[in-house]
């Protein structure tokens, strides 16, 4: 009897073998046939025509881009309360050891620097101040870059400035101060800009600023660029944008295209970061060499993330750079105490991986789970993201949940909006948190805050109007009246009035009677 059920036994497991054979064979990855001698002609030649154009493009880089005497690449930015300073960065050739900044208040005509005047500009009219110097070795160049950040500016007022070595300088720019109290705000907002900065950016910034000349701010929400330490990529988005930089302040927040190898990096290494796109959350690597020195931004931050985590006020409005690429958790404490202590009416909070993703496969759970508690318990008013290079927009929402109807009066929400302005695109998967959504298409984003509402515009690269809405305030709810003390009811109130009634009547029959008399 053992022995049959040994036998039994051995041939069942037999009979399982050979009924999951071909199942496991059908599971196996095929491996991929040999290259043809055609095939691998074909490679060899798409290889060398893919080197030979980014040799061309190097050298044309190395051509358009060159550091000179001339200062080049002029932005401004805040480092300061936005109604008193401005800060301005430029970029010389290393020979331009010493710069400086020379501001005047705006006139009708040349009178801070008249034609015809023996030594220009007049002395009196202009302050220069000194810049600070600081190099930058990038993979293309050796550059100075030079910082000057002017203080002591009065509100709400227009300056020119001009930046130079007291031979060669740039143009006159101008810009205006932001008041020191709540007033209409108004700023542009972009997504990714990243590839093809020069090619199809470029229409995008020029024609958001020509639908918003008067913008407070423009703030880019990360991905400026592709590669991190591609000093011709800068040298495209510095171009793209042009003298607009140097009329309206940025506001910009790192993007993980933002990180990479450092120069000097064999290219290999940066190449696989590229490849792993869009599966990986975050590229390894450091901030780019070029961002702190061509960007002037405050270091109210935590130490170590300066120019990357900062915050700064506005007419009204707290403005919040978040870094979601590196010490995430880090950010918390500092995030809750500047949320917690805000005087101000609305919020605005920008950073680049998104809390909701709107593209397949790119979630990003761990940073919903740090940063949203945070968001929930404050409700700033709009979080402007990037990283999925297609277009989203929630309604007011919070803890997953869209307010809606009657609700929106009583209760508190963010809305959330993602973003891309160059580009490259991604495929858009919706999500029921999507009021509005669009893959395959270039956007930017007007934005108005004036008293208790805040307008909100989506637009196409050619201007046409995708999206809108507006944030309305609720006003102040009315104090309820005062309730009278803990037991002391209606009947209370009604026997004093009995008794005050009958004072009354005794008073007055008092006196009728003295009348009498």
């Known amino acids: 009897m053992y ?76 480092n300061g309360d936005p109604a008193t300073s401005q800060a301005v960065t430029w970029r010389t050739a290393t020979t331009v050891t010493k710069a400086v900044g020379q501001i005047a208040l705006s006139e009708s005509g040349p009178g801070h620097d008249p034609l015809t005047a023996k030594m220009r500009p007049v002395a009196e009219k202009v302050t220069t101040v000194a810049a600070k110097t600081e190099f930058l070795r990038s993979d293309l160049f050796e550059a100075n870059y030079h910082s000057v950040s002017f203080t002591q500016l009065k509100p709400k007022t227009r300056y020119v400035y001009r930046v130079g070595d007291g031979s060669s300088w740039s143009e006159w720019f101008e810009f205006q101060t932001a008041s020191d109290r709540p007033e209409p705000l108004r700023f542009i907002y972009f997504g990714d800009a990243q590839n093809e900065v020069k090619s199809h950016w470029s229409r995008v910034v020029r024609g958001a600023y020509s639908d918003m000349p008067k913008a407070n701010f423009i703030l880019h929400a990360g991905d400026l660029i592709n590669r991190a330490n591609a000093d011709g ?24 295209h933002e990180y990479g190898a450092p120069p000097g990096t064999p290219a290999k290494v940066d190449a696989k970061a590229d490849a792993a796109e869009p599966k990986k959350e975050a590229r390894k690597g450091r901030l780019s060499v070029n961002w702190r020195p061509q960007f002037t931004l405050p270091e109210n931050g935590l130490p170590g993330l300066e120019e990357s985590v900062y915050h700064f006020d506005i007419q009204g409005v707290r403005v919040i750079s978040l870094n979601s690429n590196e010490r995430q958790e880090d950010q918390v404490p500092w995030l809750e105490q500047v949320l917690a202590n805000n005087p101000n009416k609305w919020t605005v909070v920008t950073f680049h991986h998104p809390i909701y993703s709107t593209a397949k496969g790119r979630d990003n759970k761990k940073l919903r789970e740090l940063w949203r508690p945070l968001l929930d318990k404050y409700t700033p008013d709009l979080i402007l993201q990037g990283h999925d290079h297609t277009y989203g927009r929630s309604g007011v929402m919070r803890e997953d949940n869209l307010i809606t109807g009657a609700r929106l009066r009583d209760e508190k929400g963010s809305v959330y909006v993602v973003s891309v302005s160059g580009p490259k695109m991604y495929n858009l998967e919706k999500e029921d948190w999507m009021q509005s959504s669009a893959a395959d298409t270039q956007l930017y984003q007007l934005i108005t805050i004036d008293g208790d509402t805040l307008h909100y515009e989506a637009r196409t690269a050619n201007g046409t109007l995708y999206d809108t809405f507006d944030l309305t305030k609720a006003p102040p709810a009315p104090e309820a009246p005062a309730e009278a003390p803990s037991g002391f009811g209606i009947g209370a109130w009604v026997a004093v009035g009995v008794v005050a009634a009958v004072i009354g009547l005794l008073a007055i029959r008092r006196v009728i009677r003295r009348a009498a008399a």
Do not use: S
């Not at 049959?4 to 054979?21: D, N």
């Not at 800068?234 to 927040?253: D, F, L, R, S, Y």
């Open 233 to 256: 990529e800068w040298g495209e988005w510095h171009q793209a944008a042009g003298w607009i930089n140097g009329m309206v302040p940025v506001v910009a927040t790192p993007g993980n």
């Open 3 to 78: 022995v049959r059920c040994r036998v039994a036994a051995l041939c069942f497991m037999v009979g399982v073998v050979a009924w999951c054979a071909p199942l496991a064979a059908q599971d196996e990855t095929p491996k991929k046939a040999p290259l043809t001698p055609e095939e691998k002609a074909r490679a060899e030649k798409d290889r060398k025509a893919a080197a030979a154009a980014a040799e061309a493009q190097k050298q044309t880089w190395l051509t358009v881009y060159k550091p000179t005497h001339v200062p080049d690449r002029v932005i401004l930015t805040w």
